[in-house]
């Protein structure tokens, strides 16, 4: 069990592969311009990466290590390609809006560096679970920077989500800040910058969480170390 | 007969920072004054409002970062930033639109890369970037050279009311800038018979003209104290003159004159103010040299091809991305040393080969 709490946090937070490992740039700096973008282009990448980390995992003993990135690309591209279909059939006009950031999700290294760097080495439970939470981790960036974006950028929140989620979720956006604009948040340069400001708020946490454990370790009484007395007492 | 020796340099006192950019602020009021006169009180505002936020921003990120705050705020850098930006803004610009700028100069552009002397690229025009790809609206309504003191002109009240926000700036107020009405000036104008109609409020080019020969003179303050060097104002507007004189030589109906492009626009203030900023800039003079040329063949390739009807900003933060590039290549030689080798070396391979 230790085992996937290690890959849910590895995942999620301490190995993200957005703040951490710094893969998949281009689909994060380009599409987050607002929530319901960031949640279609995560959700998308979400199931090619568990669907290429089961694959890969399924046929890692079959494919010999000189073909085996091209032999992984095919399959991401397959499960692209599905992903793709997928979006066209169910959400098309958010299909359109991501353009061609669907079809790169092939060249999304995030992936890839799952596929060749852990569930080519594993069963396949945990290279499903791996790419689970690789996927949510990523997921999870794109969508706070789409919110942070999306908010300070154009003074909404939520806005267009009947895109993805259907005619239930038409009334769903909220204007914090009516009739404002700050256009560069909203252009790629302003993705750099909060993304800069993501990692860093991260590491500060980090630095927070050791700092607090280095205390803890400090209270904690060391063991009372015996006194070797010589001689007698009397 | 002398019996006291010297020797060269005969520098009687060693330049502080802190000097050097007073005297850069000393220079800058040529160019302030004009802008003043011909624009009104706004320009003084602007410059006194973002100079004050600069001081402020830089003292706040100094606490943030546990720095010492008597030793950086001495050394006038924070000022100088404001100043400049204060300067290219629009007169009766609103109080947030500085603030903006300034945090991203200061805070982002300036101390998040380490402070003086660790900043890549020029804080007060990143700044300026930042504001006029946000804010196209409030950046491009440059004020109508109505004056200090005449009829229309603003009162000390009204400009501080347009600086908190309180009044929206008016029609009557704003106009276009030279290059702007230029730029848009439309294919099937001449311009010969653009100029003809009167395309600018009474007396902008005038002010225009005038300002940019401010700063001229500001700028040969700079060079005469040695603040700055000859080369790179020197190739920055042989680069503009150049390239607009072949311009206008080739198609004298759509193309500004070489005069126009010099005094029109913000060239020769970026030439002596802005391109010169001893952080981001190239530093041998050689690279000085290319380092002047490219920003001033950006600003005419982006005047003339651009989305933007003046430049600088954009040429200069695009030349501090190439400024590594250029030291790179301009080290100079060290005496008693062999040239650097520099760059990639192509080897001929010999493709005919006999296997006979």
């Known amino acids: ?234 | 007969m002398s019996l006291m020796h010297t020797s060269p340099p005969h520098t009687r006192a060693a330049t502080s920072t802190g000097s050097v950019m007073a005297w850069v602020l000393l220079a800058t009021l040529p160019g302030i004054a004009s802008l003043t006169w011909f624009f009104g009180w706004g320009v003084l505002f602007n410059v006194l409002f973002a100079a004050g936020l600069g001081v402020g921003l830089e003292a706040l990120i100094l606490r943030l970062r546990a720095r010492p705050l008597g030793v950086t705020l001495r050394d006038n850098s924070a000022l100088v930033s404001g100043v400049l930006l204060g300067a290219s803004l629009p007169p009766f610009a609103p109080w947030w639109l500085m603030l903006v700028g300034m945090v991203a100069a200061i805070v982002v552009a300036k101390q998040l890369f380490g402070g003086l002397g660790q900043n890549p690229f020029n804080p007060a025009m990143v700044g300026y970037a930042l504001l006029l790809i946000s804010f196209p609206v409030e950046m491009t309504q440059w004020a109508v050279p109505q004056g200090l003191f005449g009829a229309d002109a603003i009162g000390l009240g009204d400009a501080l009311g347009h600086l908190l926000g309180i009044a929206e700036p008016t029609d009557a107020m704003t106009g276009a800038t030279p290059l702007d009405a230029f730029k848009h000036k439309g294919e099937t104008l001449l311009a010969s018979e653009f100029w003809a109609t009167d395309p600018l409020p009474p007396g902008t080019l005038n002010a225009w003209h005038t300002t940019a020969l401010a700063w001229l003179a500001g700028g040969a303050i700079l060079l005469f104290k040695r603040i700055i060097s000859w080369h790179m104002p020197v190739s920055l507007l042989g680069a503009v003159l150049v390239l607009a004189t072949l311009m206008y030589a080739s198609d004298p109906s759509h193309h500004g004159t070489p005069l126009f492009h010099l005094l029109g626009g913000a060239a020769i203030f970026g030439a002596f103010f802005i391109a010169t900023d001893p952080v981001s800039a190239a530093t041998s003079r050689k690279g000085k040299l290319y380092y002047g040329a490219g920003i001033g063949v950006l600003v005419i390739l982006i005047r003339q091809w651009g989305a933007y009807p003046d430049a600088v900003a954009f040429a200069v933060l695009l030349m501090n991305f190439a400024v590594p590039f250029i030291d790179y290549y301009t080290q100079p030689r060290t005496y008693g040393h062999a040239r650097p080798n520099r760059g990639i070396k192509v080897y001929q391979i010999d493709d005919d080969e006999d296997d006979t």
């Open chain 1, 1 to 234: 069990m230790s085992q996937f709490n290690e890959l849910t946090r590895n995942g999620l937070w301490s190995n993200n592969p957005a703040l951490v490992q710094l893969l998949g740039l281009c689909p994060l700096l380009a599409v987050t311009s607002t929530v319901v973008n960031a949640l279609g282009l995560g959700l998308a990448t979400l199931l090619v990466m568990i669907g290429s980390n089961v694959s890969v995992s399924l046929i890692r003993n079959h494919v010999s290590s000189n073909v085996r990135l091209p032999a992984f690309v095919m399959i991401i591209a397959a499960f692209v390609t599905c992903a793709e279909l997928l979006m066209q059939a169910y959400a098309f006009k958010l299909y359109h809006i991501l353009g061609i950031f669907i079809p790169l999700i092939v060249t999304n290294c995030a992936i890839l560096g799952r596929a060749d760097g852990f569930a080519a080495r594993n069963p396949v439970l945990p290279a499903a679970t791996d790419g689970l939470m690789m996927g949510l981790g990523f997921a999870a960036v794109l969508l706070v920077l789409g919110a942070v974006r999306e908010l300070f950028g154009q003074g909404t929140l939520f806005a267009g989500m009947e895109l993805l989620l259907g005619p239930v979720a038409a009334d769903w956006q909220l204007t914090l800040f009516s009739d404002y604009s700050f256009l560069f948040l909203v252009l790629p340069p302003g993705a750099f910058f909060a993304t800069g400001l993501l990692i860093a708020a991260k590491n500060v946490i980090d630095d927070r969480a050791e700092r607090r454990r280095q205390l803890r370790q400090a209270d904690q009484p060391k063991e009372s170390r015996r006194v070797r007395v010589t001689g007698t007492i009397r």
